[in-house]
Protein backbone atom coordinates (compact mmCIF):
# COMPACT_ATOMS: atom_id res chain seq x y z
CA UNK A 1 0.00 0.00 0.00
CA UNK A 2 0.89 3.48 -0.43
CA UNK A 3 1.96 5.74 2.23
CA UNK A 4 -0.86 6.20 4.73
CA UNK A 5 -0.53 9.47 6.60
CA UNK A 6 -3.08 11.33 4.24
CA UNK A 7 -5.23 8.63 4.77
CA UNK A 8 -5.32 8.25 8.15
CA UNK A 9 -8.45 8.90 10.66
CA UNK A 10 -5.64 9.58 13.56
CA UNK A 11 -4.43 12.97 11.86
CA UNK A 12 -7.97 14.10 12.87
CA UNK A 13 -10.18 16.85 10.95
CA UNK A 14 -10.82 16.21 7.27
CA UNK A 15 -8.67 19.59 6.49
CA UNK A 16 -5.82 17.63 7.77
CA UNK A 17 -6.40 14.33 5.65
CA UNK A 18 -5.98 15.60 2.10
CA UNK A 19 -6.26 12.29 0.29
CA UNK A 20 -5.72 12.25 -3.28
CA UNK A 21 -5.97 16.11 -3.30
CA UNK A 22 -2.14 16.68 -2.49
CA UNK A 23 0.45 14.63 -4.36
CA UNK A 24 2.02 12.19 -1.07
CA UNK A 25 -1.70 10.76 -1.41
CA UNK A 26 -1.79 10.59 -4.72
CA UNK A 27 1.47 7.57 -4.94
CA UNK A 28 -2.00 4.75 -5.35
CA UNK A 29 -1.28 6.15 -8.93
CA UNK A 30 2.26 4.18 -8.96
CA UNK A 31 0.70 1.53 -7.38
CA UNK A 32 -1.65 1.68 -10.24
CA UNK A 33 1.10 1.98 -12.71
CA UNK A 34 2.78 -1.27 -11.01
CA UNK A 35 -0.29 -3.09 -12.44
CA UNK A 36 0.08 -1.84 -15.77
CA UNK A 37 3.85 -2.94 -16.02
CA UNK A 38 3.39 -5.80 -14.32
CA UNK A 39 -0.44 -7.42 -15.14
CA UNK A 40 -0.08 -9.97 -12.05
CA UNK A 41 -3.17 -12.31 -11.91
CA UNK A 42 -3.70 -10.97 -8.10
CA UNK A 43 -2.58 -7.70 -6.17
CA UNK A 44 -3.70 -6.99 -2.92
CA UNK A 45 -3.50 -3.14 -1.63
CA UNK A 46 -3.43 -2.63 2.17
CA UNK A 47 -4.05 0.39 3.80
CA UNK A 48 -6.02 2.19 7.04
CA UNK A 49 -9.68 2.51 7.32
CA UNK A 50 -9.52 6.45 6.85
CA UNK A 51 -9.02 5.92 3.19
CA UNK A 52 -12.66 4.96 3.01
CA UNK A 53 -13.83 8.19 3.95
CA UNK A 54 -10.94 10.57 2.76
CA UNK A 55 -11.85 13.15 0.67
CA UNK A 56 -15.84 12.66 1.60
CA UNK A 57 -15.36 9.71 0.05
CA UNK A 58 -14.33 10.29 -2.92
CA UNK A 59 -10.67 9.02 -2.55
CA UNK A 60 -11.97 5.23 -2.39
CA UNK A 61 -14.25 5.40 -5.09
CA UNK A 62 -11.52 6.87 -7.16
CA UNK A 63 -9.24 4.23 -6.64
CA UNK A 64 -11.83 1.61 -6.77
CA UNK A 65 -12.64 2.93 -10.74
CA UNK A 66 -8.76 2.61 -11.12
CA UNK A 67 -8.47 -0.84 -10.44
CA UNK A 68 -12.19 -2.10 -11.62
CA UNK A 69 -12.29 0.42 -15.05
CA UNK A 70 -8.07 0.46 -16.05
CA UNK A 71 -7.88 -0.11 -19.43
CA UNK A 72 -10.31 3.55 -19.29
CA UNK A 73 -8.62 5.37 -16.48
CA UNK A 74 -4.94 4.89 -17.21
CA UNK A 75 -4.40 7.82 -19.59
CA UNK A 76 -5.78 9.87 -16.36
CA UNK A 77 -3.71 8.08 -14.25
CA UNK A 78 -0.06 8.15 -16.23
CA UNK A 79 -0.45 12.05 -16.12
CA UNK A 80 0.58 11.69 -12.53
CA UNK A 81 3.16 9.00 -12.85
CA UNK A 82 4.62 10.59 -15.85
CA UNK A 83 4.46 6.92 -17.65
CA UNK A 84 4.87 6.60 -21.59
CA UNK A 85 2.75 3.25 -21.64
CA UNK A 86 -0.42 3.05 -23.49
CA UNK A 87 -3.22 0.74 -24.77
CA UNK A 88 -3.12 -2.58 -23.91
CA UNK A 89 -4.47 -2.36 -20.10
CA UNK A 90 -6.00 -5.14 -18.67
CA UNK A 91 -9.05 -4.41 -15.67
CA UNK A 92 -9.33 -5.99 -12.60
CA UNK A 93 -12.10 -7.43 -10.98
CA UNK A 94 -12.62 -6.59 -7.45
CA UNK A 95 -12.46 -9.76 -5.04
CA UNK A 96 -12.50 -8.16 -1.69
CA UNK A 97 -12.87 -4.85 -0.21
CA UNK A 98 -13.78 -4.25 3.10
CA UNK A 99 -11.69 -3.25 6.86
CA UNK A 100 -10.63 -6.20 8.78
CA UNK A 101 -9.52 -6.50 11.94
CA UNK A 102 -6.70 -8.09 13.26
CA UNK A 103 -8.04 -9.16 16.81
CA UNK A 104 -10.96 -11.41 14.45
CA UNK A 105 -7.78 -13.92 12.92
CA UNK A 106 -5.72 -14.80 16.10
CA UNK A 107 -3.81 -11.22 16.76
CA UNK A 108 -3.60 -9.85 20.18
CA UNK A 109 -4.18 -6.53 18.67
CA UNK A 110 -7.25 -4.24 17.79
CA UNK A 111 -5.60 -3.11 14.42
CA UNK A 112 -8.10 -2.43 11.20
CA UNK A 113 -7.02 -2.30 7.61
CA UNK A 114 -8.87 -1.67 4.57
CA UNK A 115 -7.86 -5.15 2.79
CA UNK A 116 -8.44 -4.63 -1.39
CA UNK A 117 -7.98 -7.75 -3.48
CA UNK A 118 -8.16 -7.66 -7.16
CA UNK A 119 -8.00 -10.63 -9.93
CA UNK A 120 -7.14 -9.93 -13.56
CA UNK A 121 -10.26 -9.68 -15.42
CA UNK A 122 -8.93 -12.56 -18.21
CA UNK A 123 -8.48 -15.11 -15.48
CA UNK A 124 -12.26 -15.92 -14.65
CA UNK A 125 -13.53 -15.25 -18.24
CA UNK A 126 -14.49 -18.71 -18.86
CA UNK A 127 -15.55 -19.33 -15.30
CA UNK A 128 -17.78 -16.37 -14.06
CA UNK A 129 -19.78 -18.43 -12.37
CA UNK A 130 -16.62 -19.48 -9.67
CA UNK A 131 -16.47 -15.88 -8.56
CA UNK A 132 -19.48 -15.55 -6.33
CA UNK A 133 -17.87 -17.92 -4.77
CA UNK A 134 -14.57 -17.05 -4.42
CA UNK A 135 -15.60 -13.95 -3.24
CA UNK A 136 -17.88 -15.55 -0.32
CA UNK A 137 -14.48 -17.96 0.43
CA UNK A 138 -11.84 -15.13 1.02
CA UNK A 139 -14.48 -12.73 2.48
CA UNK A 140 -15.30 -15.76 5.14
CA UNK A 141 -11.50 -16.29 5.93
CA UNK A 142 -9.95 -12.33 6.51
CA UNK A 143 -13.08 -11.07 8.55
CA UNK A 144 -12.62 -14.15 10.91
CA UNK A 145 -16.56 -15.40 10.09
CA UNK A 146 -15.40 -19.22 11.30
CA UNK A 147 -12.82 -17.94 13.42
CA UNK A 148 -13.06 -18.66 17.30
CA UNK A 149 -10.63 -15.31 17.92
CA UNK A 150 -13.49 -13.40 16.65
CA UNK A 151 -15.29 -13.82 20.25
CA UNK A 152 -12.62 -15.18 22.35
CA UNK A 153 -9.61 -12.69 21.33
CA UNK A 154 -5.86 -13.69 22.56
CA UNK A 155 -5.04 -11.08 25.10
CA UNK A 156 -1.75 -9.19 25.57
CA UNK A 157 -0.67 -11.64 28.68
CA UNK A 158 -1.11 -14.88 26.84
CA UNK A 159 1.46 -13.44 24.66
CA UNK A 160 4.10 -11.77 27.06
CA UNK A 161 3.56 -14.94 29.17
CA UNK A 162 3.65 -17.60 26.78
CA UNK A 163 0.79 -19.41 28.70
CA UNK A 164 -2.99 -19.70 27.47
CA UNK A 165 -5.57 -17.54 30.14
CA UNK A 166 -6.46 -20.25 32.22
CA UNK A 167 -3.16 -20.72 33.72
CA UNK A 168 -2.32 -16.84 34.04
CA UNK A 169 -4.77 -16.14 37.02
CA UNK A 170 -1.66 -15.64 39.83
CA UNK A 171 -0.32 -13.19 37.33
CA UNK A 172 -3.26 -11.37 36.72
CA UNK A 173 -4.38 -11.15 40.19
CA UNK A 174 -0.73 -9.66 41.07
CA UNK A 175 -0.95 -7.23 38.06
CA UNK A 176 -4.39 -5.71 39.41
CA UNK A 177 -3.59 -5.87 42.89
CA UNK A 178 -0.47 -3.15 42.41
CA UNK A 179 -3.66 -0.85 41.62
CA UNK A 180 -5.44 -1.23 44.75
CA UNK A 181 -4.98 2.59 46.02
CA UNK A 182 -4.59 4.27 42.78
CA UNK A 183 -8.01 6.04 43.42
CA UNK A 184 -7.03 7.25 46.83
CA UNK A 185 -4.01 8.90 45.15
CA UNK A 186 -6.11 10.35 42.06
CA UNK A 187 -9.31 11.01 43.42
CA UNK A 188 -10.87 12.73 40.12
CA UNK A 189 -13.97 12.39 39.10
CA UNK A 190 -12.96 10.04 35.96
CA UNK A 191 -10.81 7.73 38.86
CA UNK A 192 -13.76 7.32 41.02
CA UNK A 193 -16.06 5.70 38.24
CA UNK A 194 -13.53 3.13 37.55
CA UNK A 195 -13.36 2.23 41.24
CA UNK A 196 -17.06 1.99 40.55
CA UNK A 197 -17.88 0.32 37.25
CA UNK A 198 -14.10 -1.22 36.95
CA UNK A 199 -12.41 -2.24 39.65
CA UNK A 200 -15.20 -2.92 42.50
CA UNK A 201 -16.33 -5.38 39.97
CA UNK A 202 -13.42 -7.11 39.23
CA UNK A 203 -12.94 -11.56 40.26
CA UNK A 204 -9.29 -11.42 40.05
CA UNK A 205 -10.15 -14.18 38.15
CA UNK A 206 -8.53 -14.66 34.64
CA UNK A 207 -11.19 -16.39 32.57
CA UNK A 208 -14.18 -14.15 34.58
CA UNK A 209 -12.78 -11.37 33.65
CA UNK A 210 -11.65 -11.68 30.67
CA UNK A 211 -15.22 -12.77 29.18
CA UNK A 212 -16.64 -9.94 31.44
CA UNK A 213 -14.08 -7.28 30.23
CA UNK A 214 -14.37 -8.40 26.62
CA UNK A 215 -18.64 -8.72 26.56
CA UNK A 216 -18.43 -12.59 25.90
CA UNK A 217 -21.48 -14.35 26.80
CA UNK A 218 -20.13 -18.30 26.12
CA UNK A 219 -23.17 -21.08 24.85
CA UNK A 220 -21.33 -23.12 27.83
CA UNK A 221 -18.52 -24.47 29.47
CA UNK A 222 -16.87 -26.64 26.63
CA UNK A 223 -16.84 -23.54 23.80
CA UNK A 224 -14.66 -21.43 26.87
CA UNK A 225 -12.66 -24.82 26.75
CA UNK A 226 -12.47 -24.88 23.10
CA UNK A 227 -11.59 -21.50 22.95
CA UNK A 228 -8.60 -21.42 25.39
CA UNK A 229 -7.36 -24.66 23.49
CA UNK A 230 -6.92 -22.63 20.18
CA UNK A 231 -5.16 -20.33 22.26
CA UNK A 232 -2.89 -22.66 23.33
CA UNK A 233 -2.46 -23.48 19.81
CA UNK A 234 -2.11 -20.25 18.20
CA UNK A 235 0.93 -19.79 21.32
CA UNK A 236 2.62 -23.01 20.03
CA UNK A 237 2.25 -21.69 16.29
CA UNK A 238 3.86 -18.58 17.00
CA UNK A 239 6.46 -19.86 19.07
CA UNK A 240 5.74 -17.89 22.26
CA UNK A 241 4.15 -21.20 24.58
CA UNK A 242 6.50 -21.76 27.42
CA UNK A 243 8.20 -18.95 26.58
CA UNK A 244 7.52 -15.59 29.24
CA UNK A 245 9.18 -12.46 27.20
CA UNK A 246 10.10 -10.44 30.61
CA UNK A 247 13.89 -10.36 31.06
CA UNK A 248 14.53 -12.28 27.41
CA UNK A 249 17.50 -10.88 25.68
CA UNK A 250 17.85 -10.62 22.07
CA UNK A 251 20.34 -10.45 19.52
CA UNK A 252 18.96 -7.12 17.91
CA UNK A 253 18.60 -5.63 21.93
CA UNK A 254 14.54 -5.36 20.82
CA UNK A 255 13.65 -6.46 24.65
CA UNK A 256 15.37 -3.75 26.50
CA UNK A 257 13.15 -1.58 28.61
CA UNK A 258 13.72 1.82 27.35
CA UNK A 259 14.30 4.72 30.25
CA UNK A 260 11.62 6.93 31.33
CA UNK A 261 12.00 10.29 33.02
CA UNK A 262 10.85 10.14 37.17
CA UNK A 263 8.11 12.56 36.06
CA UNK A 264 6.39 10.35 33.21
CA UNK A 265 7.11 6.76 35.65
CA UNK A 266 5.33 9.36 38.23
CA UNK A 267 2.18 9.73 35.92
CA UNK A 268 1.82 6.22 34.55
CA UNK A 269 1.56 4.56 38.34
CA UNK A 270 -1.60 6.58 38.44
CA UNK A 271 -3.02 5.16 35.72
CA UNK A 272 -4.41 1.90 35.99
CA UNK A 273 -4.35 -0.64 32.55
CA UNK A 274 -6.79 0.55 29.65
CA UNK A 275 -6.80 4.24 30.45
CA UNK A 276 -5.36 7.21 29.69
CA UNK A 277 -3.54 10.57 30.73
CA UNK A 278 -7.37 12.01 31.02
CA UNK A 279 -7.35 9.66 34.10
CA UNK A 280 -5.15 12.28 35.65
CA UNK A 281 -6.58 15.14 34.65
CA UNK A 282 -6.47 18.10 37.18
CA UNK A 283 -3.83 16.59 39.17
CA UNK A 284 -0.64 17.25 39.75
CA UNK A 285 0.11 14.29 36.97
CA UNK A 286 -1.66 16.15 34.44
CA UNK A 287 -0.26 16.10 30.50
CA UNK A 288 -1.58 19.76 29.36
CA UNK A 289 -2.67 20.27 26.01
CA UNK A 290 -3.41 16.68 25.22
CA UNK A 291 -7.02 15.38 24.22
CA UNK A 292 -5.70 12.07 22.19
CA UNK A 293 -6.94 8.82 23.74
CA UNK A 294 -3.44 7.03 22.94
CA UNK A 295 -1.46 9.41 25.36
CA UNK A 296 -0.11 7.58 28.12
CA UNK A 297 -2.44 4.75 27.57
CA UNK A 298 -1.92 1.49 29.07
CA UNK A 299 -3.14 -1.82 27.30
CA UNK A 300 -5.03 -4.54 29.37
CA UNK A 301 -3.61 -7.31 30.05
CA UNK A 302 -7.12 -9.19 29.04
CA UNK A 303 -8.22 -7.13 25.98
CA UNK A 304 -6.12 -6.90 22.80
CA UNK A 305 -4.11 -3.95 22.82
CA UNK A 306 -4.50 -0.73 20.91
CA UNK A 307 -3.27 -0.61 17.44
CA UNK A 308 0.31 -0.51 17.69
CA UNK A 309 1.65 2.90 15.86
CA UNK A 310 5.13 3.41 14.15
CA UNK A 311 5.83 7.05 15.01
CA UNK A 312 5.39 9.80 17.73
CA UNK A 313 6.34 10.85 21.08
CA UNK A 314 4.89 12.93 23.86
CA UNK A 315 3.16 9.96 25.45
CA UNK A 316 2.32 7.77 22.44
CA UNK A 317 4.97 5.09 22.77
CA UNK A 318 2.53 1.98 24.25
CA UNK A 319 2.66 1.60 27.60
CA UNK A 320 2.65 -1.64 29.89
CA UNK A 321 -0.03 -3.15 31.94
CA UNK A 322 2.29 -3.47 34.91
CA UNK A 323 2.45 -0.46 37.52
CA UNK A 324 6.10 -0.04 37.78
CA UNK A 325 6.82 -0.61 33.55
CA UNK A 326 6.48 2.49 31.14
CA UNK A 327 6.83 2.31 27.66
CA UNK A 328 6.57 -1.35 25.65
CA UNK A 329 10.07 -3.11 24.25
CA UNK A 330 10.02 -3.57 20.90
CA UNK A 331 9.92 -6.98 21.30
CA UNK A 332 6.74 -6.27 23.13
CA UNK A 333 5.78 -4.58 20.35
CA UNK A 334 5.96 -7.16 18.02
CA UNK A 335 4.34 -10.47 19.93
CA UNK A 336 1.31 -7.66 19.84
CA UNK A 337 2.12 -7.72 16.31
CA UNK A 338 2.70 -11.75 15.47
CA UNK A 339 6.12 -11.68 14.70
CA UNK A 340 8.25 -14.56 15.42
CA UNK A 341 11.10 -14.23 18.06
CA UNK A 342 13.38 -15.29 15.53
CA UNK A 343 12.83 -12.34 13.45
CA UNK A 344 15.28 -10.00 14.17
CA UNK A 345 15.17 -6.27 13.76
CA UNK A 346 17.95 -3.82 12.56
CA UNK A 347 18.29 -0.38 13.45
CA UNK A 348 18.44 2.45 16.14
CA UNK A 349 15.41 1.72 18.53
CA UNK A 350 13.18 4.25 17.13
CA UNK A 351 13.82 2.76 13.57
CA UNK A 352 12.80 -0.61 14.50
CA UNK A 353 9.41 0.98 16.52
CA UNK A 354 8.80 2.13 12.89
CA UNK A 355 9.20 -1.17 11.20
CA UNK A 356 7.30 -2.94 13.54
CA UNK A 357 4.29 -0.75 13.90
CA UNK A 358 3.90 -0.20 9.73
CA UNK A 359 4.37 -3.74 9.16
CA UNK A 360 0.99 -6.12 8.49
CA UNK A 361 0.79 -8.45 11.26
CA UNK A 362 2.21 -11.65 10.00
CA UNK A 363 -0.80 -13.86 11.18
CA UNK A 364 -2.73 -11.30 9.11
CA UNK A 365 -0.41 -11.77 5.86
CA UNK A 366 -1.22 -15.32 6.22
CA UNK A 367 -4.57 -15.35 5.63
CA UNK A 368 -4.21 -12.71 3.35
CA UNK A 369 -1.92 -15.89 1.43
CA UNK A 370 -4.66 -18.16 1.85
CA UNK A 371 -7.48 -16.29 -0.12
CA UNK A 372 -4.47 -15.69 -2.99
CA UNK A 373 -4.74 -19.08 -3.36
CA UNK A 374 -7.85 -19.54 -2.95
CA UNK A 375 -8.46 -17.23 -6.01
CA UNK A 376 -5.16 -18.57 -8.02
CA UNK A 377 -6.89 -21.72 -7.67
CA UNK A 378 -10.26 -20.86 -8.83
CA UNK A 379 -9.09 -18.92 -11.40
CA UNK A 380 -7.73 -19.73 -15.44
Known amino acids: ?17 RGISVRRGRLYAHFVRALVHLTPKVFVFENVPGLKSANRGVAYKTII ?11 EVRKITGNSISGGVRNYLIVFSDVVDSAHLGVPQKRRRLIIIGVREDLFRENWGALGAVKQRVESILLGKNSIFRKYPLTPLEVFEGKPLQ ?4 EYREIMEEYRDVVNSVKTERALRWRENVWEKLSFDAVKDYLKLNGIVPRGESEIEEAL ?3 AEILKKLGYYGRRLEGRQFP ?8 ESEDVLARLKMIPPDENHLFVRGTE ?57 WFLFKGSA ?5 QIGEAVPPLLGQKIAEAVEIILRSGT
Not at 252 to 259: A, G, L, Q, T, Y
Not at 327 to 339: C, G, Y
Not at 350 to 354: D, G, K, L, Q
Request: a positive charge; charged letters at 35%; proline letters at 7%.
Open 229 to 231: KEH
Open 167 to 170: ELSD
Open 350 to 354: SEVRA
Open 252 to 259: DRSNIVPK
Open 1 to 17: GPPCQDFSIVRGPEKER
Open 65 to 75: EDFAKLNLRWE
Open 285 to 341: WEVEGRDMSLIYRRIHPLKPSYTVVAYGGGGTWGYHYRRCRGKLTNRERARLQTFPD
